[in-house]
């Protein structure tokens, strides 16, 4: 089943440090903001307003990287 009309927005950072020659550093971060706007089930459920199922609203990662 798909919703007749939805909305999604948000934006993403991404940083990358060069600490040597061998040594990568990077982090990350995203928000996005998801609705629901229009859509109703053929048994009568109706799920406008609601966020997207399993789309997390804050993300981040962190990591670096080394070569030997």
Same mark, same amino acid.
Request: aromatic share 16%; no cysteine.
């Given at each position: 089943?798909?919703?007749? =009309?939805?909305? @999604?927005? #948000? #934006?993403?950072?991404?940083v990358? %440090? /060069? &600490?040597?020659?061998? @040594?990568?550093a990077?982090a =990350? &971060? +995203? %928000?996005? /903001?998801t609705?629901?706007v229009?859509f =109703?089930? !053929?048994? #009568?459920?109706?799920? +406008?307003?609601?966020d997207?199922?399993?789309a !997390?609203?804050l993300?981040? =990662?962190?990591?670096?990287? %080394?070569?030997?």
């Open positions: 089943m798909n919703a007749a =009309s939805s909305e @999604l927005w #948000g #934006g993403e950072v991404d990358t %440090y /060069q &600490a040597s020659s061998s @040594l990568n990077f =990350s &971060a +995203a %928000y996005v /903001q609705e629901f229009n =109703s089930t !053929p048994t #009568g459920g109706n799920f +406008a307003g609601n997207f199922p399993f !997390p609203e993300t981040a =990662s962190l990591g670096a990287s %080394y070569v030997f």
